[in-house]
Every structure is written in structure tokens, then in C-alpha cells.
């Protein structure tokens, strides 16, 4: 979706640029960058919507799918405001009026839904990443400091913005850290479901590898006394 935000930038300069007179310019303004700035976002996301299913789930027929939904919405954005209107014998006025309630039928729910969706995974991975930090503290590759700061999001932003004061560096690997820890715990979760293959699990083992000989834990006392090493579980 934001990919897609950069292209309909670029294309709506070009539909500017092509403007013939002022009003067109604004009403082009109206149409392109008001009613039509979540289009191509939304086209995209349907297509990523699909392929996501195909790499979670199986079935290639689903990235299919998701293509085919994104080239109908942008097929009935482009022509549907047009075939209403000529359908039923409305002016350019009606043209327009035609445009927003395409728009509020079809346009606005799919938006809400694709909203609903996001927000209902996002929590899903959120408890699935959850569920994987105690195992990542047994198998010693993130610290309880460290596992605590992730499952709060309040913490982590905390941590972050006080990282930042050492300089962008130590900010940056805070950053990599937390986005390390979070891809492995749910390339694990994926992998205890039974879902992935090799190269998710050789994706894990990675991750981990770089989490484990981390120098710069976060809550680790480099005085501290060696303790024997901890035998990780098996699914790590």
C-alpha cells in the first residue's frame, strides 16, 4: 500500500500537468487526491492480501485471486462512476455525483474491511510473538529485560527514544534487535503450527544464531557470573 501511495504521486502530477484550464486542474485535484488517493493503496493491498495467503496457507490460486480483485476495484473505479451515469442519462454534474456514490457503496467498506483486517492480524502476530518470548529467554537469545521491552509496547518506545541519546547507532541496533527478536518468534510460532518449510526454518536459525552472540544485551551485567549454559528446547 505505501509503495502504491508513491506511484499514484507521481501519476497524479502527470494528470496535473495535462490540466487544461484551471477548473479542470481543480477538479482533477478533487477527484485524484480526495476520492482517489486510497485507490491504488487499496489495489495493492489486495494483491499482497493474496500472495500473503498463498505464503502462510498454500495455494497459488490465492495470489491469483488477490490480483484479480485488485484489477477489478481499479476496473469499476475507472468505469462504474462513468457506466451509472450513462446508464442513467446524468451530465458531467451527475457524472461526479455518480463518482461519490460509487465511492461510499463500494469504495468505503471495502476500506473499513481492509482496516478491520489489518487491525485483527496485527493483534493475532502481537499474541503470537507473546507466546514465543518466554522459550527465547530459556534458549537465551533475547534477555527478560529485553523480552519484557517487547511485549509492551509502551516500554519499547520508551527504550527507544532513550537509545536515541546514545546516537543514532546504538538507536539503530535497538531498532534491529527488536525487529530480529519479532521475526523469529513468529517464524516459530508459524513453524510449531506446522505451517513454512526449510527456508523459514533455516530463516529462524539465523535470526537466532545473530540473537544469541549478541555482546550488547540489553539488562545483561557483563560481571555477572558464568552460569552453566541453558539447554534450549527442542523447537528452538
Request: net charge positive.
Amino acid at each position: 500500500g505505501i509503495c502504491a501511495l508513491g506511484f499514484a504521486f507521481v501519476e497524479n502530477l502527470g494528470y496535473f500537468a495535462l490540466s487544461s484550464s484551471a477548473g479542470e486542474f481543480v477538479v482533477m485535484a478533487l477527484v485524484r487526491t480526495g476520492f482517489g488517493v486510497f485507490g491504488h493503496p487499496l489495489y495493492t493491498t489486495a494483491t499482497a492480501v493474496g500472495i500473503w495467503a498463498w505464503r502462510t496457507k498454500g495455494g497459488l490460486w490465492k495470489a491469483a485471486v488477490g490480483y484479480i480483485a485488485a484489477c477489478l476495484l481499479h476496473g469499476l473505479w475507472n468505469g462504474g462512476p462513468t457506466l451509472l451515469a450513462g446508464s442513467l442519462g446524468l451530465d458531467d454534474t451527475g457524472q461526479l455525483a455518480a463518482m461519490i456514490l460509487v465511492y461510499i457503496v463500494l469504495f468505503v467498506p471495502v476500506f473499513i474491511g481492509t482496516i478491520i483486517m489489518t487491525t485483527r492480524n496485527r493483534r493475532n502476530e502481537y499474541e503470537a510473538v507473546r507466546s514465543q518470548l518466554p522459550l527465547m529467554v530459556e534458549a537465551g537469545l533475547v534477555t527478560p529485560a529485553e523480552a519484557d521491552m517487547i511485549a509492551d509496547p509502551r516500554k519499547r518506545r520508551a527504550i527507544l527514544a532513550d537509545s536515541g541519546k546514545y546516537g543514532r547507532v546504538a538507536k539503530r541496533n535497538q531498532k534491529r534487535t527488536i525487529t530480529a527478536a519479532t521475526e523469529a518468534a513468529l517464524a516459530q510460532h508459524r513453524i510449531a503450527a506446522g505451517e513454512g518449510g526449510p527456508e523459514l526454518i533455516k530463516r529462524r536459525d539465523q535470526l537466532s544464531e545473530w540473537l544469541r552472540s549478541r555482546p550488547d544485551k540489553l539488562g545483561q551485567l557483563p560481571l555477572m557470573p558464568q552460569f552453566p549454559p541453558i539447554q534450549p528446547p527442542a523447537t528452538w
